[in-house]
């Protein structure tokens, strides 16, 4: 049996232990009450060590696992919630370093080199998962390097990695929309509750009704409301959520699909499969096929 930890009510997140310092570098575990669907003004660089489970990143529903590298952009929500057995706790889940805006800016004002970081801060507006295996372990080296370093060292550390980043040709441009198309702040705090509920009970039927209830709204606001602050339409976000969920399965298990298409929450095979195919542009069955050759060129290399 297993749980996912509910989600702290989230907000702005102020990083007030920036003390003079270019970066902040943190790690943390779960559950963490850093766990949280939350927004600030610095970009995100963030490696998934340890646990399996959901990215929630703008108007973005997918899959994490251990080693997994995403970059957000000033202002775009973000969470990871990991799927894990009731009572387990992951020491050390997360890596990550975040920097504003007015590091780089000032910096390339001075130095010509860091103009060559503008595209990759211009992509990660809309969040970026990287996937070269490759350079995801080489990202999770420097990292440590930043965290056991100081100064002008940490610098140094920081911005080959940056440029390792910046010459990747190998990610996915994850959130439709970017943060200034996302509500405001005032509306996190009900978003989430409605985003930790629906992940709570996706897998079982689900209405907007019973979501609009348990939020104390009515029916029409909400739908309203939910669109606003997540860029998509209920239905829809929870269409994608069952979506994420059966690639999931079927790339971790051997399950049949008409088992991982109820698993995931839909009630029939044929508006699974409608779904899937319009989210995806193949059959779940296809999909499978090409996680496991992935998976297979991943262990050969």
């Not at 940056?162 to 990610?171: I, T």
Request: aromatic share 12%.
């Amino acid at each position: 049996m297993t749980r996912t930890s509910r989600v702290a009510d989230p907000s702005y997140e102020l990083m007030d232990d920036h003390e003079g310092h270019s970066l902040i570098y943190r790690q943390h575990g779960f559950p963490s009450p850093l766990v949280r669907w939350h927004f600030h003004k610095e970009y995100e660089l963030h490696l998934i060590i340890a646990s399996s489970g959901k990215v929630f990143i703008g108007d973005y529903i997918g899959n994490f696992s251990p080693y997994t590298l995403f970059l957000t952009g000033p202002g775009l929500p973000h969470n990871w919630i990991s799927q894990v057995e009731e009572g387990e706790v992951v020491e050390t889940r997360d890596m990550l370093v975040n920097f504003t805006d007015e590091v780089l800016e000032s910096g390339t004002a001075v130095f010509a080199e860091l103009k060559t970081l503008q595209p990759l801060l211009a992509r990660a507006q809309f969040g970026i998962e990287f996937r070269d295996p490759q350079l995801i372990r080489e990202a999770g080296v420097l990292m440590g390097k930043i965290a056991n370093s100081r100064g002008i060292t940490r610098l140094g550390y920081f911005f080959i990695l940056m440029e390792l980043l910046a010459g990747s040709e190998d990610y996915q441009l994850l959130s439709a929309v970017t943060s200034s198309e996302l509500g405001d702040e005032q509306h996190v705090e009900r978003i989430n509750r409605a985003v930790d509920y629906i992940f709570q009970h996706y897998a079982q039927g689900i209405s907007q009704e019973e979501v609009a209830e348990h939020l104390g709204m009515t029916t029409t606001y909400f739908s309203r409301f939910f669109k606003q602050a997540t860029g998509r339409g209920f239905v829809e976000f929870v269409n994608r959520l069952r979506v994420s969920k059966s690639c999931e399965l079927l790339s971790k298990s051997d399950k049949p699909v008409t088992d991982v298409c109820f698993e995931s929450g839909f009630s029939n095979i044929s508006n699974f499969n409608r779904r899937f195919q319009q989210l995806k542009g193949m059959t779940p069955s296809g999909y499978r096929k090409l996680a496991v050759q992935r998976l297979t060129e991943q262990n050969l290399y």
